[in-house]
């Protein structure tokens, strides 16, 4: 199955009046690290179908890393499940915890956005 591993760090501009991850930025990382994985397996272009049991655990700080790993758990004819998770990272002692999940279907699509067949693996 593909899988898609990805890093990014909270700054100030990231963050909501809490100085924590904004929700609508960590779920732009996450579409983008469901993105990564899904189009490494079909070899081209998908779009994001549908979004569903997005679970904020753990809020995530300024100044934390945080790791996205999206991994292609099952596929139809044009669409995959994605399951993304997310992980911060504190830096000061390496302490990692599991902070949000979510789960994606994304599409395959032709460059005119209609439903393309998954290739073979
Ligand atoms: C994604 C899109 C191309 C699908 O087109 P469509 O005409 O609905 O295509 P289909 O009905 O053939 O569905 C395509 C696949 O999605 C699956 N699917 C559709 N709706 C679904 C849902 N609600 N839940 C799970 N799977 C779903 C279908 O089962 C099918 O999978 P399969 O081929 O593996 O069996 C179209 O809905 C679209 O363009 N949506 C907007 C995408 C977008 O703008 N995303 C945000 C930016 S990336």
Do not use: Q
């Not at 779920?27 to 569903?52: C, L």
């Not at 655990?57 to 993304?84: K, N, Q, W, Y």
């Amino acid at each position: 199955m593909s899988e898609a591993r990805s890093l990014e760090v909270v700054f100030p501009g990231d963050t909501n009046h809490l100085g924590t991850l904004f929700g609508g930025t960590l779920m732009a990382w996450m579409d983008r690290a469901a993105y990564f994985a899904a189009s490494r397996r079909a070899r081209g272009t998908v779009v994001t179908r549908k979004v569903d049991e997005l679970e904020f655990r753990v809020p995530i700080h300024v100044g934390d890393f945080v790791e996205l790993v999206a991994t292609v758990e099952a596929e139809g004819r044009t669409s995959m499940s994605v399951v993304v998770e997310v992980h911060r990272e504190d830096p000061a002692d390496g302490a990692r915890e599991l902070c949000t999940t979510g789960h994606f279907v994304m599409v395959c699509v032709n460059d005119d956005g209609t439903p393309r067949e998954i290739p073979p693996l």
